[in-house]
Nanobody, 123 residues
């Protein structure tokens, strides 16, 4: 079992930045590919970014590419999502998730989920 806890969300003006953190416990995080997803009210959960267990590979949704960076510190069992140039359309609850083996971009491929952290971007 892996327990995930997100933090770092909040209210920010358009153009601002936030860094989300996902702290894991229960297992060594390096064994898991990690993903960030988001869900806005009335919309399906969508992929944001993912990173391999070693951190050597990453993948981003087109909507955040160039504005966001996913990273991980396996010694701290923590994954990060740095988001810059935030837009109102980035407003959502952001979730981190873990899966074994290769990274993926679809939510159902991930076995473990955090409770989410709210990100609100004002215009």
């Amino acid at each position: 079992q892996v327990q995930l806890v997100e933090s770092g969300g909040g209210l920010v003006q358009a153009g601002g930045s936030l860094r989300l953190s996902c702290a894991a416990s229960g297992r060594t995080l390096s064994s898991y590919a990690m993903g960030w997803f988001r869900q806005a009210p009335g919309k399906e959960r969508e992929f944001v970014a993912a990173i391999t267990g070693s951190g050597s590979g990453t993948k981003y949704a087109d909507s955040v590419k160039g504005r966001s960076t996913i990273s991980r510190d396996n010694a701290k069992n923590t994954v990060y999502l740095q988001m810059n140039s935030l837009k109102p359309e980035d407003t959502a609850v952001y979730y981190c998730a873990a899966k074994t083996m290769v990274l993926a971009t679809t939510p159902h491929r991930y076995a473990y989920w955090g409770q989410g952290t709210q990100v609100t971007v004002s215009s």
